[in-house]
Protein backbone atom coordinates (compact mmCIF):
# COMPACT_ATOMS: atom_id res chain seq x y z
CA UNK A 1 0.00 0.00 0.00
CA UNK A 2 1.36 3.05 -1.05
CA UNK A 3 -0.26 5.74 0.95
CA UNK A 4 -3.99 6.29 2.03
CA UNK A 5 -7.04 4.79 0.06
CA UNK A 6 -9.16 7.45 -0.86
CA UNK A 7 -12.50 6.94 -0.89
CA UNK A 8 -15.83 8.65 -2.16
CA UNK A 9 -18.66 9.65 -0.69
CA UNK A 10 -22.01 9.31 -3.35
CA UNK A 11 -25.36 11.08 -3.45
CA UNK A 12 -27.51 8.18 -2.33
CA UNK A 13 -24.89 7.27 0.88
CA UNK A 14 -25.43 10.86 1.62
CA UNK A 15 -29.39 9.98 1.18
CA UNK A 16 -29.02 7.17 3.69
CA UNK A 17 -26.79 9.01 6.55
CA UNK A 18 -29.43 12.07 6.51
CA UNK A 19 -32.56 9.56 6.81
CA UNK A 20 -30.92 7.47 9.90
CA UNK A 21 -29.46 10.89 11.65
CA UNK A 22 -32.77 12.94 11.20
CA UNK A 23 -34.80 9.52 12.73
CA UNK A 24 -32.25 9.26 15.68
CA UNK A 25 -32.29 13.53 16.25
CA UNK A 26 -35.95 13.20 16.46
CA UNK A 27 -35.64 10.59 19.10
CA UNK A 28 -33.25 11.35 21.13
CA UNK A 29 -34.23 15.58 21.00
CA UNK A 30 -30.50 16.05 20.16
CA UNK A 31 -29.67 19.04 18.13
CA UNK A 32 -26.78 18.57 15.84
CA UNK A 33 -25.76 15.13 14.45
CA UNK A 34 -22.56 15.11 12.45
CA UNK A 35 -20.02 12.58 11.06
CA UNK A 36 -16.57 13.50 10.89
CA UNK A 37 -13.76 11.14 8.89
CA UNK A 38 -10.62 10.04 11.18
CA UNK A 39 -8.69 12.58 8.83
CA UNK A 40 -10.60 15.82 10.29
CA UNK A 41 -12.73 16.32 7.13
CA UNK A 42 -17.01 17.25 7.95
CA UNK A 43 -18.75 14.36 6.13
CA UNK A 44 -22.13 15.30 7.07
CA UNK A 45 -24.07 18.03 9.38
CA UNK A 46 -28.20 17.30 9.73
CA UNK A 47 -30.04 18.91 12.51
CA UNK A 48 -29.21 22.67 13.89
CA UNK A 49 -26.60 24.24 11.52
CA UNK A 50 -24.00 25.01 14.19
CA UNK A 51 -22.91 28.47 14.65
CA UNK A 52 -18.95 27.35 15.02
CA UNK A 53 -16.30 26.64 12.04
CA UNK A 54 -17.03 23.49 10.65
CA UNK A 55 -13.70 22.69 9.22
CA UNK A 56 -12.33 23.79 12.06
CA UNK A 57 -14.44 21.69 14.27
CA UNK A 58 -13.72 18.56 12.22
CA UNK A 59 -9.96 18.43 12.12
CA UNK A 60 -10.19 18.88 16.55
CA UNK A 61 -12.69 16.13 16.52
CA UNK A 62 -10.98 13.69 14.73
CA UNK A 63 -7.49 14.92 16.94
CA UNK A 64 -9.53 14.47 19.99
CA UNK A 65 -10.79 10.73 19.17
CA UNK A 66 -7.34 9.61 18.01
CA UNK A 67 -5.81 10.81 21.23
CA UNK A 68 -8.21 9.35 22.96
CA UNK A 69 -8.17 6.04 21.42
CA UNK A 70 -4.45 5.61 22.14
CA UNK A 71 -4.99 6.70 25.51
CA UNK A 72 -7.29 3.65 25.70
CA UNK A 73 -4.86 1.15 23.67
CA UNK A 74 -2.34 2.38 27.06
CA UNK A 75 -4.59 0.99 29.56
CA UNK A 76 -5.02 -1.70 28.15
CA UNK A 77 -8.00 -0.93 26.05
CA UNK A 78 -8.68 -1.80 22.32
CA UNK A 79 -10.83 1.26 21.99
CA UNK A 80 -12.94 3.42 23.39
CA UNK A 81 -15.83 3.49 21.24
CA UNK A 82 -17.34 6.89 22.48
CA UNK A 83 -16.46 9.64 24.33
CA UNK A 84 -18.88 12.40 25.95
CA UNK A 85 -18.04 16.00 26.94
CA UNK A 86 -19.78 17.89 29.37
CA UNK A 87 -20.65 21.15 29.33
CA UNK A 88 -22.93 23.48 31.57
CA UNK A 89 -25.52 23.84 28.66
CA UNK A 90 -23.67 21.78 25.64
CA UNK A 91 -22.93 18.95 25.41
CA UNK A 92 -21.07 16.43 22.94
CA UNK A 93 -21.06 12.61 22.44
CA UNK A 94 -18.96 10.75 20.02
CA UNK A 95 -18.95 7.20 18.83
CA UNK A 96 -16.52 5.75 17.07
CA UNK A 97 -18.27 4.09 12.78
CA UNK A 98 -16.56 1.32 11.49
CA UNK A 99 -13.23 2.70 12.60
CA UNK A 100 -13.18 5.05 9.88
CA UNK A 101 -15.44 7.55 10.97
CA UNK A 102 -16.90 9.29 13.81
CA UNK A 103 -20.31 10.22 14.84
CA UNK A 104 -20.65 13.55 16.41
CA UNK A 105 -24.03 14.06 18.39
CA UNK A 106 -24.11 18.27 20.07
CA UNK A 107 -26.79 18.29 22.87
CA UNK A 108 -28.59 20.73 25.16
CA UNK A 109 -30.27 20.86 28.46
CA UNK A 110 -33.70 19.69 26.33
CA UNK A 111 -32.39 16.30 26.45
CA UNK A 112 -30.54 13.69 28.63
CA UNK A 113 -27.11 11.72 28.03
CA UNK A 114 -29.17 8.56 28.89
CA UNK A 115 -31.61 9.31 26.33
CA UNK A 116 -28.98 10.20 23.52
CA UNK A 117 -26.58 7.06 24.79
CA UNK A 118 -30.27 4.88 24.48
CA UNK A 119 -31.11 5.91 20.98
CA UNK A 120 -27.54 6.64 20.04
CA UNK A 121 -26.73 2.71 19.69
CA UNK A 122 -29.30 1.73 16.71
CA UNK A 123 -28.15 5.00 14.94
CA UNK A 124 -24.54 3.77 15.20
CA UNK A 125 -25.11 0.46 14.15
CA UNK A 126 -27.28 1.20 10.98
CA UNK A 127 -24.50 3.88 9.92
CA UNK A 128 -21.98 1.21 10.68
CA UNK A 129 -23.66 -1.02 7.64
CA UNK A 130 -23.41 2.24 5.06
CA UNK A 131 -19.77 2.89 6.03
CA UNK A 132 -19.09 -0.73 5.69
CA UNK A 133 -21.01 -0.57 2.39
CA UNK A 134 -19.13 2.38 1.37
CA UNK A 135 -15.88 1.37 2.18
CA UNK A 136 -16.26 -2.27 0.56
CA UNK A 137 -17.13 -0.28 -2.91
CA UNK A 138 -13.10 -0.98 -4.55
CA UNK A 139 -11.90 2.21 -6.46
CA UNK A 140 -15.50 3.55 -6.51
CA UNK A 141 -16.00 6.36 -8.52
CA UNK A 142 -12.83 8.31 -8.14
CA UNK A 143 -10.03 6.23 -10.38
CA UNK A 144 -9.47 8.86 -13.80
CA UNK A 145 -10.28 11.44 -12.26
CA UNK A 146 -11.38 14.12 -14.79
CA UNK A 147 -8.29 15.60 -16.21
CA UNK A 148 -10.14 18.89 -17.35
CA UNK A 149 -10.49 19.41 -13.74
CA UNK A 150 -6.98 18.31 -12.72
CA UNK A 151 -6.17 20.96 -15.24
CA UNK A 152 -8.02 23.42 -14.20
CA UNK A 153 -7.20 22.92 -10.20
CA UNK A 154 -3.75 23.37 -11.52
CA UNK A 155 -4.52 26.78 -12.71
CA UNK A 156 -6.02 27.61 -9.45
CA UNK A 157 -3.48 26.39 -7.40
CA UNK A 158 -0.49 29.05 -9.63
CA UNK A 159 -3.19 31.69 -9.08
CA UNK A 160 -3.54 31.23 -5.31
CA UNK A 161 -0.02 30.35 -4.38
CA UNK A 162 1.54 32.34 -7.13
CA UNK B 1 -6.64 9.86 2.15
CA UNK B 2 -8.17 12.57 -0.46
CA UNK B 3 -11.89 12.12 0.01
CA UNK B 4 -13.92 12.98 -2.70
CA UNK B 5 -17.81 13.61 -1.25
CA UNK B 6 -19.85 13.44 -4.50
CA UNK B 7 -22.63 14.79 -2.40
CA UNK B 8 -21.53 17.75 -1.47
CA UNK B 9 -19.47 17.85 -4.26
CA UNK B 10 -16.18 18.47 -2.07
CA UNK B 11 -12.65 17.04 -2.14
CA UNK B 12 -10.18 17.73 0.60
CA UNK B 13 -6.89 16.93 0.66
CA UNK B 14 -4.82 16.74 3.83
CA UNK B 15 -1.37 17.97 3.83
CA UNK B 16 1.29 17.52 6.69
CA UNK B 17 4.47 19.63 7.47
CA UNK B 18 6.92 17.43 9.10
CA UNK B 19 10.15 18.36 10.71
CA UNK B 20 12.57 18.51 13.55
CA UNK B 21 11.83 21.63 16.09
CA UNK B 22 11.90 24.74 15.67
CA UNK B 23 12.32 24.32 11.60
CA UNK B 24 10.15 26.60 10.57
CA UNK B 25 6.54 24.35 10.02
CA UNK B 26 4.96 26.42 12.12
CA UNK B 27 6.23 29.61 10.30
CA UNK B 28 5.54 28.08 6.74
CA UNK B 29 1.64 27.41 7.86
CA UNK B 30 1.46 31.38 9.34
CA UNK B 31 2.71 33.02 5.92
CA UNK B 32 0.10 31.09 4.22
CA UNK B 33 -2.07 32.38 6.63
CA UNK B 34 -1.62 35.62 5.98
CA UNK B 35 -1.12 35.98 2.43
CA UNK B 36 -3.95 34.20 1.30
CA UNK B 37 -6.85 36.21 0.90
CA UNK B 38 -9.54 35.72 4.13
CA UNK B 39 -11.99 34.46 2.03
CA UNK B 40 -9.78 31.63 0.47
CA UNK B 41 -8.70 30.44 4.12
CA UNK B 42 -10.03 29.31 7.44
CA UNK B 43 -8.66 30.18 10.94
CA UNK B 44 -4.97 28.80 11.54
CA UNK B 45 -5.99 26.53 14.81
CA UNK B 46 -2.70 26.29 16.89
CA UNK B 47 -2.30 23.76 19.72
CA UNK B 48 0.26 25.43 21.22
CA UNK B 49 2.14 25.50 25.08
CA UNK B 50 2.21 28.46 26.43
CA UNK B 51 5.89 29.20 25.07
CA UNK B 52 4.20 28.74 21.49
CA UNK B 53 5.50 25.34 21.27
CA UNK B 54 3.33 23.42 18.94
CA UNK B 55 1.60 20.70 21.40
CA UNK B 56 -0.55 18.54 19.26
CA UNK B 57 -0.50 20.45 15.67
CA UNK B 58 -1.61 23.37 13.77
CA UNK B 59 -4.11 23.62 10.86
CA UNK B 60 -4.86 25.83 8.04
CA UNK B 61 -7.39 24.70 5.48
CA UNK B 62 -6.97 26.59 2.03
CA UNK B 63 -9.76 26.76 -0.54
CA UNK B 64 -9.19 26.36 -3.64
CA UNK B 65 -12.17 27.44 -5.10
CA UNK B 66 -14.91 24.84 -6.92
CA UNK B 67 -13.52 23.53 -9.75
CA UNK B 68 -15.67 22.00 -12.38
CA UNK B 69 -17.94 21.82 -9.62
CA UNK B 70 -15.99 20.73 -6.96
CA UNK B 71 -15.54 22.95 -3.83
CA UNK B 72 -11.66 22.07 -3.63
CA UNK B 73 -10.11 22.67 -0.06
CA UNK B 74 -6.39 21.27 1.21
CA UNK B 75 -6.13 21.37 4.87
CA UNK B 76 -2.72 22.31 5.77
CA UNK B 77 -1.22 20.56 9.40
CA UNK B 78 1.88 21.29 11.24
CA UNK B 79 3.11 18.40 13.72
CA UNK B 80 4.78 18.90 16.90
CA UNK B 81 8.76 18.99 16.38
CA UNK B 82 9.87 18.11 19.57
CA UNK B 83 11.21 14.39 19.64
CA UNK B 84 9.18 13.22 22.79
CA UNK B 85 5.63 14.17 21.56
CA UNK B 86 5.90 11.28 18.77
CA UNK B 87 2.72 9.68 19.80
CA UNK B 88 0.98 12.72 18.84
CA UNK B 89 3.08 13.26 15.52
CA UNK B 90 2.26 9.95 14.13
CA UNK B 91 -1.54 10.47 14.66
CA UNK B 92 -1.41 13.80 12.45
CA UNK B 93 0.13 11.52 9.39
CA UNK B 94 -3.09 9.43 9.62
CA UNK B 95 -4.72 9.53 6.16
CA UNK B 96 -1.80 12.34 5.09
CA UNK B 97 -1.82 12.89 1.13
CA UNK B 98 1.17 15.02 0.87
CA UNK B 99 4.09 15.54 3.00
CA UNK B 100 6.70 18.32 3.16
CA UNK B 101 9.33 17.86 5.43
CA UNK B 102 11.20 21.05 6.76
CA UNK B 103 14.58 21.05 7.26
CA UNK B 104 16.45 23.10 9.19
CA UNK B 105 19.73 24.10 7.59
CA UNK B 106 21.54 24.98 10.37
CA UNK B 107 24.89 22.66 10.48
CA UNK B 108 24.70 22.33 13.97
CA UNK B 109 20.53 21.18 13.65
CA UNK B 110 21.76 18.36 11.02
CA UNK B 111 21.82 15.44 13.49
CA UNK B 112 18.44 16.82 14.18
CA UNK B 113 17.13 16.88 10.61
CA UNK B 114 18.51 12.92 10.36
CA UNK B 115 16.39 12.03 13.02
CA UNK B 116 13.27 13.55 12.26
CA UNK B 117 13.10 12.70 8.87
CA UNK B 118 13.92 8.63 10.10
CA UNK B 119 11.07 9.05 12.41
CA UNK B 120 9.07 10.20 9.15
CA UNK B 121 9.61 7.30 7.30
CA UNK B 122 9.22 5.17 10.70
CA UNK B 123 5.49 6.60 11.51
CA UNK B 124 4.28 6.38 7.85
CA UNK B 125 5.33 2.67 7.67
CA UNK B 126 3.34 2.12 11.10
CA UNK B 127 0.28 3.44 9.33
CA UNK B 128 1.47 1.19 6.59
CA UNK B 129 2.31 4.17 3.98
CA UNK B 130 4.97 3.79 2.07
CA UNK B 131 6.76 7.61 1.82
CA UNK B 132 8.26 6.63 -1.34
CA UNK B 133 4.93 6.36 -3.21
CA UNK B 134 3.18 9.55 -2.09
CA UNK B 135 3.73 12.78 -3.13
CA UNK B 136 7.03 13.83 -1.09
CA UNK B 137 8.67 17.75 -1.01
CA UNK B 138 11.87 18.69 1.23
CA UNK B 139 12.21 22.63 2.05
CA UNK B 140 15.81 23.42 3.23
CA UNK B 141 14.49 26.29 5.62
CA UNK B 142 16.78 28.99 6.77
CA UNK B 143 18.68 29.79 4.01
CA UNK B 144 19.85 32.96 5.27
CA UNK B 145 21.51 32.06 8.19
CA UNK B 146 25.31 32.33 8.04
CA UNK B 147 25.48 28.63 9.51
CA UNK B 148 23.43 27.56 6.94
CA UNK B 149 24.97 23.81 5.32
CA UNK B 150 25.47 23.60 1.97
CA UNK B 151 22.80 22.02 0.12
CA UNK B 152 25.29 19.53 -1.04
CA UNK B 153 25.89 18.11 2.19
CA UNK B 154 22.03 18.60 3.12
CA UNK B 155 21.01 16.48 0.04
CA UNK B 156 23.29 13.59 1.06
CA UNK B 157 22.43 13.36 4.63
CA UNK B 158 18.49 13.86 3.90
CA UNK B 159 17.42 13.28 0.39
CA UNK B 160 19.99 10.36 -0.73
CA UNK B 161 17.25 9.11 -3.07
CA UNK B 162 15.70 5.83 -2.99
CA UNK B 163 15.70 2.47 -5.37
CA UNK B 164 12.89 2.73 -7.99
CA UNK B 165 11.68 -0.59 -8.77
CA UNK B 166 8.59 0.33 -11.37
CA UNK B 167 10.31 0.01 -14.98
CA UNK B 168 8.02 2.80 -16.33
CA UNK B 169 9.56 5.23 -14.18
CA UNK B 170 13.16 4.12 -14.17
CA UNK B 171 14.15 6.97 -17.26
CA UNK B 172 16.16 10.03 -16.57
CA UNK B 173 13.92 12.71 -15.07
CA UNK B 174 15.36 16.28 -15.14
CA UNK B 175 14.44 18.14 -11.73
CA UNK B 176 11.46 20.75 -13.17
CA UNK B 177 12.56 23.03 -10.35
CA UNK B 178 16.53 23.13 -10.45
CA UNK B 179 18.37 23.42 -13.89
CA UNK B 180 20.66 20.58 -14.78
CA UNK B 181 19.79 18.44 -11.78
CA UNK B 182 17.37 15.45 -11.75
CA UNK B 183 14.97 13.68 -9.65
CA UNK B 184 15.48 10.09 -11.44
CA UNK B 185 19.20 8.98 -12.24
CA UNK B 186 21.07 6.04 -12.96
CA UNK B 187 24.03 4.72 -10.77
CA UNK B 188 26.24 1.77 -11.01
CA UNK B 189 22.85 -0.06 -13.17
CA UNK B 190 20.05 0.55 -10.00
CA UNK B 191 18.15 3.75 -10.42
CA UNK B 192 17.35 6.30 -7.85
CA UNK B 193 15.11 9.04 -7.34
CA UNK B 194 14.97 11.73 -4.75
CA UNK B 195 12.40 13.82 -3.64
CA UNK B 196 12.06 17.38 -5.08
CA UNK B 197 13.60 19.99 -2.78
CA UNK B 198 12.72 23.89 -2.37
CA UNK B 199 15.58 26.54 -0.44
CA UNK B 200 13.23 28.46 1.64
CA UNK B 201 13.58 31.82 4.26
CA UNK B 202 10.20 31.16 6.22
CA UNK B 203 10.06 34.01 8.12
CA UNK B 204 10.04 36.21 5.24
CA UNK B 205 8.06 34.14 3.21
CA UNK B 206 10.53 33.07 0.67
CA UNK B 207 10.11 29.12 -0.82
CA UNK B 208 7.13 29.02 1.01
CA UNK B 209 4.26 29.31 -1.78
CA UNK B 210 6.71 27.12 -3.89
CA UNK B 211 6.76 24.47 -1.73
CA UNK B 212 3.08 24.71 -1.03
CA UNK B 213 2.49 24.93 -4.98
CA UNK B 214 4.79 21.89 -5.45
CA UNK B 215 3.14 19.35 -3.09
CA UNK B 216 -0.24 20.63 -4.20
CA UNK B 217 0.08 19.91 -7.41
CA UNK B 218 1.22 16.66 -7.08
CA UNK B 219 -1.08 15.31 -4.60
CA UNK B 220 -4.13 16.63 -6.92
CA UNK B 221 -2.02 14.40 -9.65
CA UNK B 222 -2.92 11.02 -7.51
CA UNK B 223 -6.25 11.78 -7.80
CA UNK B 224 -6.51 10.93 -11.64
CA UNK B 225 -4.14 8.50 -11.25
Redesign the interface.
Known amino acids: ???????????E???RIHGILAGFLRESNANTGMIV?????M??VVGEAPEF?P??FA??T??DF??ND?LARMIGEAEFGSLFHQGEKESMYLADIARRVILVVLFDNRTTLGLVKLRVRAAVGELNKVFADMFDRKGS??S???????G???D???K??? | ????????REI?C?LVYYGPGLGGKTTNLEFVYNK?APG?R??L?S?ATETERTL??D?L??D??T??G?K??F?L?TVPGQVYYN??RK??L????GVVFVADSQVERMEANIESMQNLYDNMAQ????LT??PFIIQYNKRDLPNAAPIGDLQSALNPGWEVGDPARQKLTPDPYHEGEYLVVQQDGQWFERATYFEAVAMNGEGV?DT??AV??LV?????S
Do not use: C
Not at chain 1, 37 to 41: A, K, L, V
Not at chain 1, 144 to 150: I, K, V
Not at chain 2, 127 to 130: E, F, I, L, S, V
Open positions: MSGASSWSFREDSDDRTGQVADVASLAASAQGQGFEAEYLEAEEIDLFG | MSMINYASNKVSGKILFFFPVLGIRFTRHYASLIKGVDHGYNNIFLRSKLKTLG
